[in-house]
């Protein structure tokens, strides 16, 4: 039982060191603003992750393609990695460092967001395509543990949550995700 509650509290410990950190809520006040102005002028947001960051990143387009509260028109959204065909096939004939960056580069247009998550902030895959989305003028959003790591100088916009735990990184994820969501949701059909 005092495990349990050990693992309850850590996760705490971090959303309240988030609460205090004013940089990083601006950081999401910014974030919303940047995906509602490229939604009003008919860009896309792809999100890009790797394994438990892949399963969040496609959580969260499904937020914006879906719903998130309110009944109202899908949002373009898409999660890079749910076309399992093309992922096979780019990281067979070309590396797994490529498959986001070179569907970033097909499908990819300036104006759009890209958000990334990883908990380290140094996936190649996911660098490769920041790098990529820099020269197609495509806005980058990284989500991170404390450091940032190599996306940190990649990120247009960096929430770096401040611990160096994966799970309790990757919750803290979602959270600012689903926040980010309501934020959109309410400020772009209002």
């Known amino acids: 039982m005092e495990k349990i509650r050990s693992i309850i509290n850590a996760s705490v410990k971090v959303?309240?060191?988030?609460?205090q950190n004013t940089k990083l809520l601006e950081t999401v006040t910014s974030v919303t603003e940047t995906i509602v102005a490229a939604l009003k002028k008919g860009n896309r947001i792809y999100f890009c992750g790797n394994g438990g960051s892949a399963a969040d990143a496609q959580h969260l387009a499904a937020e914006f393609s879906g719903r998130f509260y309110v009944?109202?028109?899908a949002l373009p959204a898409e999660a890079l990695h749910c076309n399992t065909s093309y992922l096979t096939a780019v990281a067979n004939d070309y590396g797994?460092?490529?498959v986001y960056a070179r569907l970033i580069e097909g499908i990819?247009?300036?104006?759009d967001v890209l958000i990334g998550l990883s908990t380290?902030?140094?996936?190649?895959?996911i660098i490769k395509a920041f790098e990529t989305a820099r020269e197609k003028n495509i806005h980058t959003?990284?989500?991170?543990?404390s450091s940032g790591g190599k996306m940190k100088g990649l990120s247009d916009h960096l929430l770096n949550v401040p611990s160096d735990d994966t799970p309790r990184i990757q919750e803290s994820h979602i959270m600012?995700?689903?926040?980010?969501?309501?934020l959109v949701e309410e400020n772009y059909f209002s």
Request: include cysteine; charge should be neutral; hydrophobic fraction near 25%.
């Open 176 to 182: 600012l995700g689903h926040i980010i969501c309501q």
């Open 141 to 145: 959003v990284g989500f991170t543990g």
């Open 108 to 111: 990819g247009n300036s104006g």
């Open 96 to 98: 797994y460092d490529l």
């Open 120 to 125: 380290s902030g140094n996936s190649s895959n």
């Open 15 to 19: 959303k309240q060191d988030i609460l």
């Open 71 to 73: 009944d109202r028109k």
